[in-house]
């Protein structure tokens, strides 16, 4: 199945998956219908629940699901989607209030009923899950800790959801209309204990070792993992991983960074990681033989995804990584279609894989163009930032047949973005990684 | 790319996932076909009074409108009332003008959690027959010889609209009282 077929399955399967539910319940013996708005605001809810049990599913990780868009674009519309979701669930009993403002007592925990409390309680789990998830910098809460408040909360939300769709009782007014609502809630709960429980436990048998962690230029470090046992990972250049080091596999804490080394290889993998937060000024005390956990590869941004005749790629600080494993995976390949590198950085000392870079532009069609926003008096390359203007000096003529593939703090990919459609390079031809997964 | 196709999916499934839900709503909704159709009510209209007919219409009104919240036998549920205490209240002193003025404009009150919304929507023969249906199902049986309603019983009660407290102090034998609460 081609891509966009792919992708157009997957979104059809979504709303059907939401909306037959909701449809069932219109199936003989069906309560007697009610006005238009009390009814729009009951399948609102029901469509809310739905989407959110979806929910459990997108984030699963499911490389099947995952693979036609990149997992990057799932946890996009997994944030998205959760906000059209509440509002939906929001407006449930919104309209029922409007609908008749005598409803306002069931809003009242001592006057309303147990179905009506259930319902408060999912709601307010709800929106305590999407403030902590929104404003999760501002309330200054870790991204381990969010991580659990989230998985919690997600799962008292679907749980609270279920008990008031069971209580209310008036659409699932037969054992089997029941059934599929309770399921469908219960497999989301043991699809919770699937990820964090047994896919972790399976991890176990596919583990890792530091084999070594060489620094590079730049306050970043190449870490490289080799398998403990006859396994390995196939991967595309461009992708990323999650990795859990230290620890076990069942903890939280895990990071996702790109392969940088080449695709060739699954048996000793390579992640370029530049010193940003608190575990990653850390990776350069990490001792050979550390243990660690892969969850992968994952991730779109790829040149086997996309062939083209060249490439031009764009590189800022580490976001040079995924672009090193294109580099070395064309070059293994013996890959000799012509590619221009623009890589922007802070100074030439800072320049991470610099040495590497010039090999590789001896074993490949590469023209390497570096900018440098704070060079020494002497250097002759570009300065500044990597603006139209740089571009246009070096880019080929015949850039409009290359694809391009962008990488590197979202400021210079959003200006290098802007810069190519002014140049008439078609939407299609751009692909961007953006790195803010978590 | 990816990021701008996704966006466009994302607006698309949220657009077609309320479409959804109204299509949903509007099937249910319709389903009020009886109280909407005037022209099919009017063969029930009664010539002389005594001949109304509200047998099968009552039946088919409470179906439709009544029975989500007092149940298929009037035994009501969690925060709904029985109907079995109709008669009694049909009896009581101002009851027979109590029970058209509560499906008229709803009730609100302490002794029931969920309001009774207005039934005011529903044209005068069909209240009259769910009212009739009511009082002679779900254990009631009217005192002998009283006059069962007519069209014209309601028809005589509708004016000004009246809060759904206001038709609570209209209740015989007490607003507070928590009597009739038997079901639960």
Known sequence: MNRVMSGFFWISLYLLVVLVPVFLMLIPPAPSGRSFWLELSVALGFVGLTQIAVQFVLIARFKRITAPYGIDIILQYHRQIAMVAVSLVLAHPLIIVIDNPSRLKLLNPLSGNWASRAAMMSVLTLVILVVSSQFRERLKINYERWRLLHLLLGVAAIVFAQLHVSMAGLYTNTPWKHAIWVVTSAAMVMLVIYLRVLRPAWQRNYRWRVAEVRPERGSTHSLVLEPVGDHGMRFDPGQFAWIKLEGSPFTLEEHPFSFSSSAERSDRLEFGIKSLGDFTRRIGDVPPGTRAYLDGPHGAFSIDRYPAVGYVFIAGGVGITPILSFLRTMADRKDHRPITLFYADNDWDSVAFREALAELEEKLDLHCVYVLKEPAEDWKGERGFLTGEVLDRHLPKEKLARFFFICGPPPMMTAAHEALQERGVPEARVHLEKFNLA | ?184
């Open chain 2, 1 to 184: 790319m990816r990021h701008l196709v996704a966006n466009i999916a994302t607006y698309t499934i949220a657009a077609l996932l309320i479409l959804g839900s109204a299509l949903f709503a509007w099937m249910r909704s319709a389903q009020l076909v009886l109280s909407n159709e005037y022209a099919t009510l009017a063969r029930y209209e009664p010539t002389p009074e005594h001949a109304f007919e509200w047998r099968e219409v009552g039946e088919h009104a409470y179906a439709s409108n009544c029975r989500n919240c007092h149940g298929s036998e009037g035994q009501g549920w969690d925060q709904y009332p029985g109907l079995q205490d109709t008669a009694r209240l049909f009896a009581a002193p101002g009851g027979r003008e109590y029970l058209v003025e509560l499906n008229l404009h709803g009730l609100t009150s302490p002794r029931w959690g969920a309001p009774m919304p207005s039934m005011g929507h529903l044209p005068d023969v069909e209240l009259a027959a769910v009212l009739n249906h009511v009082l002679t199902h779900f254990g009631n049986t009217p005192p002998t010889g009283a006059r069962l309603y007519v069209p014209a019983d309601i028809a005589a009660l509708r004016g000004p609209k009246r809060s759904p407290w206001e038709v609570n102090a209209l209740r015989p034998g007490g607003a507070e009282e928590a009597s009739g609460r038997t079901v639960n």
